[in-house]
Every structure is written in C-alpha cells, then in structure tokens.
C-alpha cells in the first residue's frame, strides 16, 4: 500500500475513532458531582474493557501505609522507569484510592515517589501500545474517574514533589489538595512536547489551582516549576528544606500536614467535605452541604467534649 494511501487510511480511522468516541462521550452525561467518578458504566464507560487492557502493561507497583496517625503514605513505586506509571500501576491507584475510601480514621494523605523523583508520566511503551483513539479515550477516562475519586477523598492531601513530576506525573500532583517542592525538583506538564494536552484531569484542576493565565503558561509553554516560581504562581505550598541529618523530606512533609490534621477524625473529614462542596458546587449546593455535614459534627462527641472543656483560644 503507498504511503499516501496508508496516511489517508490512518486519517480516516482516526476521523472515525474519534467521531465514535465523541458520540460516546455526550452519552456519558454530566458529571456527577459528589463522591463517586465522573464516567460510570450508566452512562456507557465499559471499565472493565479498559482494565483489561491496562493489566496487559506490568511493572511497579502504588504501596500504600495507612499509619496510626490518620496520615496514609502512597508511594508511585517504579523507580527503575522514574515512576512511570505502567497499566498496572493505573489499577492499583485506582485500588489504593478505594482503600482510602473505606478508612473512616484516615485525616490525611501525601503521595510521593519512590527513591527520590515524583513521576515521569504515563509509561511511554504503554502509550505506544495503547495509542489510537478509542483505547487512548478509555484509559483517559479511566484515569480522571481514580484522580477524581483521590482529590474528593475525605482526607488532607499533599503531593510531596522530589526530583522531577512530568506528563500525568504533573497531573497527579493536582489531584491533591496542596503540593510541597524539594530544593530542585521540578513540575513540568512535558503534553506539548507530546503533542497532547492533558487527559487525566490535570488541566480542568490546573486552571482552579493557578488561574487560566498561568495554566496557559504552564501548557503552552511547557514551562519547568522549580520551587520559586511554583510559590509565586501558587501550584505549590511550600518547600521542603531537611531541618536535620536525620531528617527527610517525606518526614518533613508528614510534620507540615499534622498542623491540619491534629484534632479528632470525624472533624478533620467534615473539614474537607465543606471544602471540597466549596470548591466544586454551585452555591446554594455547597450550603445544603455544609449544613448537612454541620449536622453530623454539631453536638458529636467532639463538640461536647470542647463546651466540657470552656476552651479559650488565645
Ligand atoms: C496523559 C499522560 C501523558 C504522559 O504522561 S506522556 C509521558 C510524559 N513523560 C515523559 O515524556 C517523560 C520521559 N522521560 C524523561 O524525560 C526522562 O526520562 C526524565 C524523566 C527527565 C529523566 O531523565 P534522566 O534522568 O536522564 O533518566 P533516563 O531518561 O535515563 O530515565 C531512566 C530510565 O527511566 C525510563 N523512563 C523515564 N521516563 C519514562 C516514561 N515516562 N516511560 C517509560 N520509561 C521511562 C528511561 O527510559 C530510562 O530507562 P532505561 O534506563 O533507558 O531503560
């Protein structure tokens, strides 16, 4: 077959993949707002197609420690591929964050990498191997449902970045509620260079977390975020200096999310879902919400043992 032939054939399986995915995707419906995903088998996303697809590509792992604190610690474990994250790697996050789901003493969470860099993206061979349309779609989908699902958990969450976050690296950190940067390491959404733009939902999260002017930046210009420019911007909260020989950055970051996370469970959790009803709802939604979630906390236990106490906030 000519190679002029053979580029028409691609284009018009891609014209074709494409109109079918977007007839998909107007049948999958709004989003759904609380809890749950933004895609769901209702509406037509087969994730059990997608997931067999994503175990055909091993390698990694995503560790969970879900400590006595209430702090959980999610390690992205492929460090002989920068933490990369391959098909597997995508099912046991989406694994993890059901665990999460289910701590009901869980207060708060950092996502890090393993042996000292955050995430490099997707798993180039896998995106070699998944990379017409339809399954790119799917796996899109896929991975904004888990991501979706980890920032609305009911726990304080921060990404702590070390060496480098690229592509859906980048991504996963604004899956968080705060981002904390090591000296030198780096946040770059590399998509461009790709010729992509985001798929996991890093751009919709990008432009609450920095503003449109600067998610223009960071996209179209591909631009690094090193820890100055990250605090100017606002994509990241803090940096992390190691105040002793024994210390690490991980420790660091546990210490920085225990200011927000001291106090009982049930309150830091109602914290977050006023937050996040704030954050995502319109705002006669996010009232109702928050009385609701006011109901669950007004005369608890934790309420009644602080009017016991006649606590002065000095
Ligand atoms: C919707 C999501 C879209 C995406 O995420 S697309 C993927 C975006 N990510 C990328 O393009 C990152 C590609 N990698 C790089 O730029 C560099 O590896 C990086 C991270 C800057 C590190 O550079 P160096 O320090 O020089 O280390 P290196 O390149 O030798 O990497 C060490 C080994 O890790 C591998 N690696 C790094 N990132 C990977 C990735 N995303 N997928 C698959 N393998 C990856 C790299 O191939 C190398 O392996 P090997 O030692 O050559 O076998």
Same mark, same amino acid.
């Given at each position: 077959m000519s190679y002029s032939l053979q580029m028409y054939c691609r284009m018009v399986l891609h014209r074709v993949g494409c109109h079918l995915l977007k007839k998909t995707h107007n049948a999958? /419906?709004?989003?759904?707002?609380? /809890? /749950? @995903?933004?895609? %769901?088998g209702a509406c037509g996303f087969r994730e059990e197609e997608i997931r067999e697809k994503l175990q055909a590509f091993p390698g990694g792992s995503i560790n969970l420690v879900k400590q006595e604190s209430g702090i959980a610690l999610m390690t992205i474990n492929n460090p002989a591929r920068m933490n990369a994250f391959t098909g597997t790697m995508m099912l046991e996050l989406q694994d993890r964050v059901s665990q999460l789901e289910e701590w009901t003493e869980g207060k708060g969470l950092i996502v890090h990498g393993a042996a000292g860099t955050f995430c490099s993206g997707s798993d180039l061979n896998a995106v070699r191997a998944i990379s017409n349309p339809q399954d790119g779609m799917k796996m899109c989908m896929f991975m904004q449902n888990v991501l979706t699902r980890l920032l609305r958990l009911p726990l304080i969450s921060v990404a702590l970045v070390e060496g480098r976050a690229l592509g859906g690296g980048s991504e996963l950190t604004t899956a968080c509620d705060f981002r904390l940067m090591t000296e030198g390491s780096e946040i770059q959404f590399v998509h461009k260079h790709m010729g992509l733009v985001p798929g996991w939902g890093g751009a919709a999260r990008l432009v609450r977390i920095v503003g449109s002017q600067n998610a223009l930046k960071l996209l179209a210009g591909a631009r690094k975020v090193d820890t100055d420019y990250g605090e100017r911007i606002g994509l990241s909260d803090g940096t992390v200096t190691l105040q %002793? @020989?024994? %210390?690490?950055a991980l420790g660091e970051a546990e210490k920085w999310v225990s200011a927000f996370t001291k106090g009982p469970a049930p309150v830091i959790r109602a914290v977050k879902k006023v937050v996040l009803s704030g954050r995502e709802l319109p705002l006669e939604d996010a009232l109702r919400t928050e009385k609701d979630v006011f109901g669950t906390v007004w005369g608890g236990p934790a309420n009644l043992e602080a009017l016991a106490r006649k606590p002065k906030h000095k």
């Open positions: 999958l /419906g709004p989003p759904i707002r609380r /809890g /749950g @995903a933004v895609y %769901s %002793s @020989a024994e %210390s690490t």
